[in-house]
T-cell receptor
């Protein structure tokens, strides 16, 4: 079964600060995704990647950057964190099948 | 545009009772559909999926779902719920282009199983 881990599991950041969320997968999946989940809402796609050293914008990329330095690692970067970016962030990976495997999530609070 | 709607934000059922969680999708083609479950403070786990064929698909832990093209629905069912089924359930549809595919999620249904 796919193993996707995320770090940190929770973080408190200050407005205007830089935040980096990390994701690591161990199953040689080509595709990786970053989603955010807001209370009472489903997941929305921020960025994705289908190969190392390349990332693509998802549905809500504004205020976020992504980095895929290797097949296993995918980071989400908030250069200037804002209050509206308080949310739970999920990373997911996928092979050629259609199923995505999710990490446990990172709870980010921006104060 | 393809989308998913889960009309019930919260559902409460008694332990041992049957369950149906509703999901409506919008798609111009036969979609690939999924149900995921999210237990408290955990990531999403796949319950079941539908790609084609038999419209009733079986999943883990006694869950099943039925695809209906005429009703544009993919409702989740379970014959007898257990307190451990309390969680948030998400319906999702796969959207694909020539080079990329993604999942679009519904808003989720929070299920509470009470004694």
């Amino acid at each position: 079964e796919a193993a996707v881990t995320q770090s940190p599991r929770s973080k408190v950041a200050v407005t205007g600060g830089k935040v980096t969320l990390s994701c690591h997968q161990t199953n040689n999946h080509d595709y990786m995704y970053w989603y955010r989940q807001d209370t009472g809402h489903g997941l929305r796609l921020i960025h994705y990647s289908y190969v190392a050293d390349s990332t693509e914008k998802g549905d809500i990329p504004d205020g976020y950057k992504a980095s895929r330095p290797s097949q296993e690692n995918f980071s989400l970067i908030l250069e200037l964190a804002s209050l509206s970016q308080t949310a739970v962030y999920f990373c997911a990976s996928k092979a050629f099948s259609y199923e995505q495997y999710f990490g446990p999530g990172t709870r980010l609070t921006v104060l | 545009a393809q989308s998913v709607t889960q009309p019930d934000a919260r559902v409460t059922v008694s332990e041992g009772a049957s369950l149906q969680l509703r999901c409506k999708y919008s798609s111009s083609v036969t979609p690939y559909l999924f149900w995921y479950v999210q237990y408290p403070r955990q990531g999403l786990q796949l319950l079941l999926k539908y790609y084609s064929g038999d419209p009733v698909v079986q999943g883990v832990n006694g869950f099943e779902a039925e695809f209906s093209k005429s009703n544009s629905s993919f409702h989740l069912r379970k014959a007898s719920v257990h307190w451990s089924d309390s969680a948030v359930y998400f319906c999702a549809v796969r959207i694909a282009s020539s080079s990329f595919s993604k999942l679009v999620f519904g808003q989720g249904t929070s299920l509470s199983v009470v004694p």
